[in-house]
């Protein structure tokens, strides 16, 4: 190939590469000098992506004159790139990107220098594509969000200028990322850890184009964010292009006055308007916070909230029988899908030999509710039998042993796996994954006994336990009036209180940032109860609002809750010890799957169970008003119930099931698995 070269340089009269660059580039001489000749010829430009705007990146720069590149493709061409990419041709379809583009810029300057990262860009690449870099001219694909943002910000750390242009129907929107001045990335764009992927592209298409010129032509329903298609014309890509090389050629040869975000570019000639501007603050602007939710709702109807439920892939004999990573994967996948006081999360996991340790974590949730941290203990045993359900699935039987430690208090219990028996799927385990709390109002309907029996044999499969049924109306309308008061305590006493608002997340970014507590949408109160709990989440303000006795309205809307259902529920368990709860909390959980089996929604009302427990234990730990009140409920709660409360009998869970109206739409979310496995 070089001789081949040589011989046409030399019937062109060229011997040098000194030679070969002047005269290659001689028109270039009057808009740019010698000098920035020369410099250009030694810059170093990186291009991650050889796509639409990416290839013809490359083609536009070399013919600048820059002579070194760094470029990353992994990809191949393919008919579906004709319409854009400079390098698709047939007789480059099924081809590296990466080697068709390099030809293309070596065929116009053939003593380019040009690495190429022939994998895609990556983390663990990103410091060696950036590496002697002065420039990154961004040319990957719109969807590229993750990795995107890495680079920017890793090319800020280094120092670097990054140019993005996007091609925007038949125009183009430049920014320029500085690394000293401007805005970086994630505050452009208001970015977030967890952030959603739905949303992470809606705010980088609304940041990228805070004008949206091509919004008033493009076909808006061949925008689909989900399936990551949009479309987008060789005429846009032309014009990134040529905006981005003046920003390189600006920022390389210190020429003209480079403005970084929030200052933006925007230029459509088929709308005939260029438009400049300064989006102050970024995507956290006034404006554009309003124009996210119209593109969002009217135009995109697009839905931010994340579904949870995402089944793991189930893995195979010859996993199973390994123990896979897979196969521990699958049963912590089910295991952190138990439920916990106010979605705390307070469990920790250790794999080791075969054996899973499932650890209680007390630092998640030291709220009043959770004395000598029964709630955790009982979401504890919950997760314990999720395990042993998805261990069913895959035809094998742990050997569970509780507290096996008496000087680990920690230490829940120990799954062991080593020997690997067969067993039946216990129906049941299906449901792991679509179970979830439903505070919607009920319809008032009656159950079958059949169903009811079920319920109450799935509980009391557990050692110990009792799962005790109420259909009566009369008796639920009686319960509700416990958890009335019961609930009044709850928002008049200021330790709970501020314990509900700081595990409510009020926006997407709490939301998706901790993946804990419950969404503010979860709680089903509706706009006025939306406003009302933005508004009390000051103490001062409760407080004011229990003295004028809105407060109440709080209980009562829990009196409703219970009233409308179609039957409530006590699980109860023989002891008091740590064992005990952990029992209760693997027959809560057999019973809440089993009303999901037979398709009724259920929710928790825990407050009167947990009031019990830390009764029996420090009854002096509540105010003299609430102590006399409880000290009336006890007696009723014994009587509705068939209760013994001077027993040893723990008490685990009150809850209320039946057929909601509607589905809820917003469910708890789950931190990452990584975020629970200790050494």
């Not at 979830?436 to 008032?444: L, M």
Request: hydrophobic residues 40%.
């Amino acid at each position: 190939m070089e001789e081949k070269l040589n011989k046409i340089l030399v019937q062109l009269g060229i011997n040098s590469k000194e030679e070969y660059l002047k005269k290659a580039f001689s028109r270039n001489i009057g808009i740019l000098s010698e000098k920035d000749m020369e410099i250009l010829a030694k810059s170093r430009v990186a291009i991650p992506g050889m796509g639409g705007v990416g290839g013809i990146h490359l083609v536009t720069l070399t013919r600048l004159g820059i002579g070194k590149f760094n470029i990353a493709d992994f990809d191949k061409f393919d008919i579906v790139n004709i319409n854009r990419q400079y390098g698709a041709k047939v007789s480059n379809f099924n081809k590296p990107k990466i080697h068709c583009m390099a030809k293309e810029a070596k065929d116009i300057n053939p003593y380019l220098e040009i690495n190429l990262f022939e994998k895609g860009l990556s983390s663990d690449i990103l410091d060696d594509f950036l590496n002697d870099v002065d420039v990154v001219v961004d040319g990957l694909d719109f969807f590229e969000f993750d990795i995107r943002r890495e680079l920017f910000n890793r090319a800020r750390e280094k120092g670097i200028y990054v140019v993005t242009a996007a091609p925007l129907g038949f125009g183009s929107a430049l920014l320029v990322f500085a690394p000293d001045s401007g805005m970086s990335f994630d505050e452009y764009f208001d970015v977030y850890e967890g952030m959603p992927e739905i949303e992470k592209y809606l705010n980088f298409g609304l940041g990228l184009a805070p004008k949206g010129l091509h919004i008033k032509y493009i076909d808006k329903s061949k925008i689909d964010l989900k399936a990551q298609r949009g479309p987008s014309s060789i005429v846009a890509c032309n014009i990134c292009a040529a905006m981005a090389g003046v920003e390189v050629i600006k920022i390389l040869l210190n020429r003209g006055k480079v403005r970084p975000v929030p200052f933006y570019i925007q230029f459509d000639p088929y709308c005939g308007k260029f438009v400049k501007g300064k989006l102050r603050k970024g995507n956290k602007n006034y404006l554009q916070r309003m124009k996210k939710l119209l593109v969002q709702r009217f135009i995109l109807k697009l839905d931010l909230y994340e579904n949870p439920l995402k089944l793991p892939e189930i893995p195979n004999d010859k996993e199973v029988k390994l123990f896979s990573d897979k196969v521990v994967n699958y049963l912590l996948k089910a295991g952190i899908m138990a439920p916990s006081g106010d979605n705390a999360q307070p469990w920790k996991f250790s794999i080791k030999n075969k054996k899973i340790y499932v650890y209680l974590d007390s630092k998640r949730d030291q709220s009043f509710f959770n004395i000598d941290q029964i709630a955790s203990i009982i979401s504890c045993g919950a997760v314990i039998e999720n395990i042993k359900l998805a261990a069913s699935a895959l035809k094998i039987k742990p050997n569970l042993i509780l507290m096996p430690e008496k000087d680990n208090a920690e230490l829940m219990g120990i799954l062991d796996f080593e020997k690997i028996e067969k067993t039946h799927k216990d129906p049941l385990c299906d449901f792991i994954w679509l179970r979830h709390t439903n505070r919607k109002f009920y319809e008032k309907r009656n159950i079958d006994h059949s169903i009811l029996n079920r319920i109450k044999e799935q509980g009391e499969q557990i050692e110990g336990t009792k799962v005790r049924l109420i259909t009566d109306p009369k008796k639920i309308k009686q319960v509700g009036k416990l958890v009335y008061n019961v609930d009044k305590i709850r928002v008049e006493f200021r330790p709970l209180h501020e314990h509900l608002i700081k595990m409510i997340r009020f926006n997407h970014r709490e939301m998706y940032s901790t993946r804990d507590g419950f969404p503010l949408k979860n709680l089903e109160a509706g706009i006025q109860g939306e406003i009302f709990l933005r508004i009390t989440k000051p103490w001062p303000i409760m407080h004011l609002f229990n003295k004028l006795g809105i407060g109440k309205l709080v209980a009562f809307h829990s009196f409703r809750s219970i009233k409308s259902a179609s039957g409530v529920g006590l699980i109860t368990v023989s002891g008091e010890d740590k064992i005990a709860f952990l029992r209760g909390g693997m027959a809560m959980q057999r019973v809440w799957l089993e009303t999901v089996r037979n398709d009724l929604s259920f929710q928790p009302m825990t407050a009167i169970t947990l009031f019990w427990e830390r009764w029996k234990r420090n009854k002096d730990s509540f105010l003299e008003r609430h102590k006399e009140l409880l000290n009336k409920i006890w007696p009723e709660y014994e009587r509705i119930f068939e209760l013994d409360l001077n027993s040893n009998e723990s008490h685990i869970m009150l809850f209320r099931f039946g057929y909601a109206k509607g589905e809820v739409r917003v469910r708890t979310l789950r931190k990452d698995l990584s975020k629970f496995l200790i050494d």
